[in-house]
C-alpha cells in the first residue's frame, strides 16, 4: 500500500533525527565521576559499555544501540605533571570540535569533591581551557545536603573565582543514597543538572538526552510537548497551502510526530511495535481527515484559517493523547512491568480514537 509505505517513511525519518549525545567526564580520582554519569541514565555506562583507551589517558565508551559516548578521565592527577594532563585533554577535546559534527563533543561534567575544600590553580586552567571548546558543568559530588558547612564553603569560593562554568555556578549533587550510621541520605540535585545540560544541547541532542536519562520525567515530558508545538506549526503551515482538499503531507507530519513522541518517551521502538503502530496512525488518520471530504464541511474545507484551525486542533489532541499514552507506558516500566509488543502498540493506538479526532474536525461545524 503506497499510503503505508509513505507513512513508514516518515515514521522512520523521525525516528532517525536525533544524534548521538557525547559527553567527557573530567576530576579527580576518587570523586564519584561515574556514579555521577551512570545516575543520569540509569545504567553502568562509564563501567560496563564497549570501549577502550583513545589516547594514553582518556577513555571511550559506548553502549551496544544506545545512542550515548561517554569520555572519561581517570584522574587528572595520577601520575603525571598537571601541564601534561591539561595538554592532553586538552588538545582531545580540540581534535573532536574540529571533527565530524557527530563526533563533536556535547558538554564536560567537571567533578569535584564537595568536601575536599580546596580547587588548584591547575584545575582552573584546565576549566578555562575546556570551557572555550565545549560547555562546562561544574559538579559538587558527595553533597549531603545542600545547607552542609563544607558545601557552602566551596561553592562559595568557587563562586568566587568567576569560573566560565554552565550557567555560572556549580551544581551540588549526591549521585546516589549515602548510609552514614543508622541514616540514609536520599540522592538529590541530579535532576535539577540534567534539566541545566538540557538547556545547553541543541535540539537533537536534547532529545537524545530526554529520552535517555533517568532522574526526571518532567524533562522528557517538556521535549513531549515541543515535539507537539512543534508538529502543531508544521500542520497549520501545510492547511494553510492553497488548496482545497488537505493532502498526505499532513498525515506524514501526523505520523512523525508520534514517532518523534515515541522517541523521546524511550518506547520500545521494535519493529514489531512500529509496523502495528504505523497501520493505525494509516487507518485513523484517513479516517479522520475523510470527515473534511463532507458537504457539512465545507467552509473546513474552502477557508485557509478554518482549515488550519482544525489541523491544529486535530494534531494538538492526538500529541496529547500520544504523549499521555507513551509515559502510561513509562510509569508501568519503571513499576516492573513487563510489556509486549502487542501490549505497547494497544496502549498507543487508543489514542487515535476515532470519536476523539473527529470531535477535533467537528468543531468547526
Request: hydrophobic share 50%; aromatic share 4%; glycine share 6%.
Amino acid at each position: 500500500m503506497d499510503e503505508l509505505s509513505d507513512l513508514q517513511r516518515a515514521l522512520s525519518a523521525a525516528l532517525d533525527d536525533s544524534t548521538t549525545l557525547t559527553m567527557m567526564l573530567v576530576g579527580k580520582s576518587g570523586v564519584g565521576k561515574s556514579t555521577l554519569v551512570n545516575a543520569i541514565f540509569g545504567r553502568e555506562v562509564a563501567e560496563v559499555g564497549v570501549g577502550g583507551p583513545v589516547t594514553g589517558h582518556i577513555t571511550r565508551h559506548g553502549l551496544p544501540g544506545v545512542p550515548l559516548v561517554l569520555y572519561d578521565t581517570p584522574g587528572i592527577e595520577l601520575g603525571r605533571s598537571a601541564a601534561d594532563v591539561l595538554d592532553e585533554i586538552a588538545r582531545h577535546i580540540r581534535e573532536l570540535q574540529r571533527g565530524e559534527q557527530r563526533d563533536r563533543l556535547h558538554f564536560v561534567l567537571f567533578c569535584v569533591r564537595s568536601w575536599d575544600g580546596r580547587f588548584e590553580q591547575f584545575e582552573i586552567d584546565l576549566v578555562g581551557r575546556l570551557a572555550a571548546e565545549v560547555p562546562v558543568f561544574l559538579v559538587l559530588t558527595q553533597c549531603p545536603a545542600a545547607d552542609d558547612p563544607a558545601v557552602s564553603a566551596l561553592a562559595a569560593h568557587l563562586d568566587g573565582l568567576d569560573l566560565p562554568v554552565a550557567e555560572g555556578r556549580a551544581f551540588p549533587v549526591l549521585a546516589e543514597p549515602r548510609t552514614i550510621g543508622s541514616m540514609v541520605l536520599p540522592a538529590w540535585g541530579v535532576a535539577e543538572l540534567a534539566a541545566a545540560i538540557s538547556r545547553e544541547l541543541p535540539e537533537a541532542a536534547r532529545r537524545t538526552l530526554a529520552a535517555y536519562q533517568r532522574v526526571s520525567s518532567e524533562l522528557r515530558t517538556a521535549e513531549g510537548h515541543e515535539v507537539i508545538d512543534r508538529a502543531v506549526r508544521m500542520a497549520r503551515a501545510v492547511a494553510l497551502r492553497p488548496h482545497i482538499a488537505i493532502d498526505d503531507e499532513l498525515r506524514h507530519v501526523q505520523a512523525a510526530m508520534v514517532a518523534r513522541l515515541m522517541a523521546v518517551m524511550n518506547v520500545d521502538l521494535d519493529p514489531a511495535v512500529v509496523t502495528l503502530v504505523v497501520v493505525e496512525v494509516a487507518a485513523r488518520l484517513q479516517f479522520a481527515w475523510d470527515y473534511l471530504a463532507q458537504p457539512w464541511v465545507v467552509l473546513v474545507r474552502l477557508l485557509p484559517s478554518q482549515r488550519a484551525r482544525a489541523a491544529e486542533e486535530a494534531t494538538r489532541r492526538l500529541g496529547e493523547r500520544m504523549l499521555d499514552r507513551c509515559a502510561d507506558i513509562a510509569r508501568r516500566r519503571m513499576a516492573g512491568e513487563e510489556l509486549t509488543p502487542a501490549q505497547i502498540s494497544w496502549t498507543l493506538t487508543k489514542a487515535l480514537s476515532i470519536e476523539h479526532l473527529g470531535s477535533a474536525l467537528t468543531a468547526e461545524r
